[in-house]
């Protein structure tokens, strides 16, 4: 019997610095919330760490992030590490990353006849983006962001964000968005003419075990030489001690420089 659900990738992009659990918890949410409905099968994820020209505040370099994300998805048999975002060297908006990864996924064919991931080069790009809504669906699969409730609710931070980059992400892919405290997704989509526009493409999911686990609080406890375990994978915490690994003049890097959406965004909005 064929099987009529659409298959979904799942990508998630962040600076992952580093990688927690909640990370890895929010695919498994994000597919389990997905597959309920009855319409999608989760094939796969994807999670891309930011390159280093995010100039995020203690940003690490890309290198270091991009291998403990690895070590922590070396058991997963679905989520997978992708370094192109990471290598980048300027910061790429979010919108061409998912683009890209739209790409490479209309360039391949999967093959759910066999347990993992089969890719084999299709047909160009061109074809299928036309940058009309819902052009992913076309082919039955589909590429998702995959993020926290404080990302969607930066949406709505002067110049974080180009308005058509939301537009291409929202109406065209679509998002799956986890509750976090301190954010209310629902109520910021209704508030939002664009997210309320394509609200039938933000899949919001609630995590009930509500947990404050943030890559903030993991920097901060290995700064004062507290325990990490169990709020990272054990081999992330290893890399994380091999290597030294964030320190009080670690969290000083970028500290006198803005994000690099802000100052690209807010340079065009002055010009
Ligand atoms: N506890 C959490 N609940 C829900 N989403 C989360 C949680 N932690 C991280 N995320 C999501 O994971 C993605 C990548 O997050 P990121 O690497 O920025 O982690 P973070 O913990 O938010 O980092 P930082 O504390 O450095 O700002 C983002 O979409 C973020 O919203
Ligand atoms: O594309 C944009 O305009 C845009 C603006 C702000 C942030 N982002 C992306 O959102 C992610 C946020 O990560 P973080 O660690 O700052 O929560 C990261 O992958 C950024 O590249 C993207």
Not at 88 to 115: G, M, S
Not at 123 to 152: P, Q, W
Request: glycine share 6%; net charge neutral; charged share 25%.
């Amino acid at each position: 019997m064929s099987d009529n659900r659409t298959k979904v990738v799942l990508l998630a992009c962040g600076s992952f610095n580093p990688i927690t659990n909640m990370h890895l918890r929010m695919f498994e949410l994000a597919r389990d919330h997905l597959e309920d409905t009855g319409q999608y099968m989760v094939v796969k994820g994807i999670i891309s760490p930011v390159c280093d020209g995010y100039k995020k505040k203690g940003l690490i370099e890309a290198c270091h992030r991009l291998e403990m994300a690895r070590l922590a998805t070396e058991n997963s048999g679905w989520i997978t590490v992708d370094s192109w975002e990471g290598v980048q060297p300027e910061w790429v908006e979010t919108a061409k990353v998912v683009r890209h990864h739209y790409e490479e996924l209309l360039a391949t064919e999967i093959d759910d006849d066999v347990d993992t991931v089969k890719y084999v080069k299709k047909r160009r790009i061109e074809e299928n983006f036309e940058g009309s809504a819902n052009h992913n669906r076309r082919d039955g699969v589909r590429l998702m962001l995959l993020c926290g409730a404080d990302v969607l609710e930066s949406f709505g931070i002067p110049n974080m964000w180009k308005p058509e980059d939301i537009v291409e992400i929202v109406g065209s892919h679509g998002m799956v968005c986890i509750t976090r405290s301190g954010n209310n997704p629902h109520k910021f989509i209704h508030e939002s003419d664009v997210l309320w526009k394509y609200r039938k493409n933000i899949h919001v999911v609630h995590e009930w075990v509500t947990n404050d686990i943030s890559a903030t609080h993991v920097r901060r406890a290995l700064r004062r030489c507290r325990s990490v375990r169990y709020l990272l994978p054990d081999g992330v915490v290893c890399y994380i001690r091999e290597h030294g690994l964030y320190s009080a003049e670690s969290e000083q890097k970028n500290a006198d420089v803005i994000l690099a959406p802000l100052q690209r965004y807010s340079r065009a909005s002055s010009s």
